[in-house]
C-alpha cells in the first residue's frame, strides 16, 4: 500500500480544529478531493447528499472521496453555517461556534490532493463514505497521532506545516487499513492486498518492477494454479495480471516523466522493456501520447507553474 500511496504524491492541508456547542451545523460545499475527518470529542452526525445520515461517536473517523455537498453537525434541526466562512473566522487554529465553556464538540479534519495523472490509482476504488468506528483495532492505535494532529492544528511552532502533513498522511494511511480490514470485500488492489495469494503477487510486482513477469512465475508467487490466479486477480483488481503489470509500469512511467531525473531509455529498462521503442510502444496505447510528448507536456506545465 505504501509504495502506491507514495506514486500518487499526496498533498494535504490541515483545516482549523472545530469546537463547537450544540446546537451546531457547517454545510461543506462539493470537492474533487478525498477529506479525512475525526470526532475527537464528542459525538455528531454526518449527512453526505445521496447517502444515509452517520451517526459519529467520539473517536470515530470518516473518509470522504470526492463527495456531493455534506453537512456535519450536532442534529438535523441546527441550521448550517458554510464552512468557509467558519473557517476564515478561525483564530490560532480553531474555528468557534457557540462559546468556548459550552463546547462539547471537537472535531479534527484534513484534506488530501492526488497526483492527477495516477489518482485514479486510489479514487476509483475508494468508495464515496467511509466510516471507522473507533472500536476498530486499527484505529484505537493511532489515537496518540489524532491527539499530536489537534496540537499542531492549533500551534504556530516551526515545522507546523511539515508535521500536519505527515501526521495527516498517517491517519489517511491507518483508515485506509481499518477500511481494509472491516470490509468484506473491498474493491481493487485495496482489496487485492488482503488476499494471501494476490497480495504476495502485487508485492512481488511492485517490487521488482523491472523483471519480465510471466504468468506462470506470478501464480507461482501467489501459491495458486495459473488458471486459479487468473481468475481470482482478475476478480479482486479488475484486470488482468499482466495488463496490471503494464498499467504499474505506465503510472511509475508518468510519475517519472513528471520528475524528469531520468532518460528514456533509463527509463525503459527500469519498467521492463528491452528498448525505448517497446517501451514508447506500450506507453502510447496505455496513455495516448509518446513520453517524449508526455515529458514536453510536463516540463512546459512546470515552467508555467
Known amino acids: 500500500m505504501a509504495d502506491t500511496i507514495g506514486l500518487l504524491r499526496?498533498?494535504?492541508?490541515?483545516?482549523?480544529?472545530?469546537?463547537?456547542?450544540?446546537?451546531?451545523?457547517?454545510?461543506?460545499?462539493?470537492?474533487?478531493?478525498?477529506?479525512?475527518?475525526?470526532?475527537?470529542?464528542?459525538?455528531?452526525?454526518?449527512?453526505?447528499?445521496?447517502?444515509?445520515?452517520?451517526?459519529?461517536?467520539?473517536?470515530?473517523?470518516?473518509?470522504?472521496?470526492?463527495?456531493?455537498?455534506?453537512?456535519?453537525?450536532?442534529?438535523?434541526?441546527?441550521?448550517?453555517?458554510?464552512?468557509?466562512?467558519?473557517?476564515?473566522?478561525?483564530?490560532?487554529?480553531?474555528?468557534?461556534?457557540?462559546?468556548?465553556?459550552?463546547?462539547?464538540?471537537?472535531?479534527?479534519?484534513?484534506?488530501?490532493?492526488?497526483?492527477?495523472?495516477?489518482?485514479?490509482?486510489?479514487?476509483?476504488?475508494?468508495?464515496?463514505?467511509?466510516?471507522?468506528?473507533?472500536?476498530?483495532?486499527?484505529?484505537?492505535?493511532?489515537?496518540?497521532?489524532?491527539?499530536?494532529l489537534g496540537i499542531e492544528v492549533e500551534s504556530r511552532e516551526v515545522g507546523r506545516s511539515l508535521v500536519l502533513d505527515h501526521l495527516a498522511q498517517i491517519l489517511f494511511v491507518q483508515v485506509l487499513r481499518a477500511h481494509v480490514a472491516q470490509t468484506e470485500q473491498p474493491t481493487g488492489w485495496l482489496g487485492a492486498l488482503a488476499h494471501d495469494g494476490i497480495g504476495a503477487a502485487l508485492r512481488a510486482m511492485h517490487a521488482d518492477v523491472s523483471h519480465r513477469w510471466t504468468l506462470r512465475e506470478l501464480a507461482a508467487v501467489s501459491h495458486l494454479s495459473r488458471s486459479v490466479f487468473a481468475a481470482t486477480f482478475k476478480k479482486k483488481v479488475g484486470l488482468a495480471p499482466l495488463e496490471y503489470l503494464i498499467e504499474w509500469r505506465m503510472s511509475l512511467a508518468r510519475d517519472a516523466l513528471r520528475r524528469d531525473t531520468i532518460s528514456l531509455s533509463e527509463l525503459a529498462s527500469t519498467t521492463g522493456y528491452e528498448s525505448e521503442s517497446a517501451f514508447s510502444t506500450a506507453f502510447r496505447r496505455v496513455v495516448g501520447m509518446s513520453p517524449r510528448q508526455f515529458r514536453d507536456d510536463a516540463r512546459r506545465a512546470a515552467a508555467a507553474g
Open 10 to 148: 499526496p498533498r494535504t492541508e490541515a483545516h482549523p480544529g472545530l469546537h463547537a456547542a450544540a446546537p451546531w451545523a457547517v454545510r461543506f460545499d462539493a470537492f474533487d478531493f478525498v477529506e479525512i475527518g475525526c470526532a475527537v470529542r464528542g459525538a455528531c452526525r454526518l449527512a453526505v447528499d445521496g447517502h444515509e445520515p452517520l451517526h459519529l461517536e467520539e473517536g470515530d473517523f470518516y473518509l470522504l472521496n470526492a463527495p456531493g455537498p455534506h453537512v456535519l453537525g450536532s442534529s438535523q434541526a441546527a441550521t448550517p453555517r458554510p464552512a468557509g466562512e467558519l473557517f476564515e473566522t478561525a483564530s490560532g487554529g480553531v474555528a468557534r461556534i457557540g462559546a468556548a465553556v459550552d463546547e462539547v464538540n471537537y472535531v479534527c479534519s484534513a484534506s488530501l490532493w492526488f497526483d492527477d495523472a495516477n489518482a485514479p490509482l486510489l479514487l476509483k476504488v475508494l468508495p464515496p463514505l467511509v466510516h471507522v468506528p473507533a472500536t476498530n483495532p486499527l484505529i484505537r492505535h493511532v489515537a496518540s497521532v489524532t491527539e499530536l
